[in-house]
């Protein structure tokens, strides 16, 4: 069905996700989830972004990326951190470069996985990350249940991330950023894109229908920032950038309830 691009899991994830990510790439060798270092995009800096985290091994070695939201509090995706234990993940903050040594490094206490996730592409990939330490950074706003109209088609969306800079590619070592359109749901989930893939209620897609521009492997969890307010998690799609594949996203506007509680709890 589909062979993760943004969803794509990383050897540094554990024996169990590793192995379920090895058996989705098999089945559904055309697709792809969440992005890593951003295809077409500009080099950025974490001062410009504060809110951009990294998500990594206990050697702090990044695999996905995730926004900060509270002092304590991480949204990512769900397929960044399903199988994983906390001690052996960590949230990074204030570093640019994947191979820096600056920054903030917290453990995680708690991780929360959307209850009904199984699968990227089956929706619900959304979780929260419990820091043990606080975050000096400013934190980003997410939306509202209600805040449905930042999807209006065309609106310009941002992303962030330290993935692949092409499908199969090698990670930028540096944070990358871009900006693309939100495409409607009717396209995206239409017979000449991701058809019944696309499940509208608990996904957004963005991107230019010619492509070159996208999320990539590695990108995964992180943000999708529109009017500069979280309204989207880096999640799947086919290939990197592909004409008629645009980055599919969390809709985090239909579990923002949940969130919330996950992040005043």
């Known amino acids: 069905m589909f062979g993760f691009k943004r969803a794509k899991k990383t050897a540094v994830l554990g024996a169990a996700a590793a192995a379920a990510a090895a058996s989705a790439l098999l089945s559904a060798p055309s697709a792809v989830a969440a992005p890593s270092p951003i295809v077409g995009g500009t080099t950025t800096t974490a001062?410009?972004?504060?809110?951009?985290?990294?998500?990594t091994n206990a050697s702090q070695s990044?695999?996905?990326?995730g926004t900060l939201v509270s002092p304590t509090k991480v949204i990512t995706a769900a397929h960044c951190v399903d199988g994983r234990t906390t001690s052996s993940t960590r949230v990074v903050g204030g570093r640019t470069y994947r191979n820096g040594t600056d920054g903030t490094v917290s453990q995680v206490s708690r991780i929360w996985i959307h209850p009904n996730y199984t699968d990227a592409t089956a929706g619900s990939d959304v979780a929260v990350l419990t820091l043990s330490s606080?975050?000096?950074?400013t934190t980003a706003p997410y939306v509202s249940a209600s805040n449905t109209s930042v999807y209006a088609a065309g609106t310009t969306a941002r992303i962030l991330g330290w993935g692949t800079t092409s499908s199969g590619g090698s990670s930028s070592n540096q944070l990358r950023t871009a900006t693309v359109p939100v495409v409607a749901d009717s396209t995206c989930g239409s017979s000449s894109s991701y058809g019944s893939e696309f499940i509208a209620s608990d996904m957004v897609c963005a991107g230019y229908s010619s492509g070159g521009v996208d999320t990539c492997?590695?990108?995964?969890?992180?943000?999708?920032?529109?009017?500069?307010v979280l309204a989207?998690?880096?999640s799947w799609g086919y290939g990197c950038a592909d004409a008629?594949?645009?980055g599919v996203y969390t809709r985090l506007t239909t579990f923002s309830n949940l969130v919330t509680a996950q992040v005043q709890s």
């Open 244 to 246: 008629r594949y645009p």
């Open 47 to 55: 001062s410009a972004y504060p809110y951009v985290m990294q998500i």
């Open 134 to 137: 606080s975050m000096p950074y």
């Open 217 to 228: 492997q590695g990108d995964s969890g992180g943000p999708l920032m529109i009017g500069g």
């Open 232 to 234: 989207g998690i880096t």
């Open 62 to 65: 990044q695999f996905c990326g």
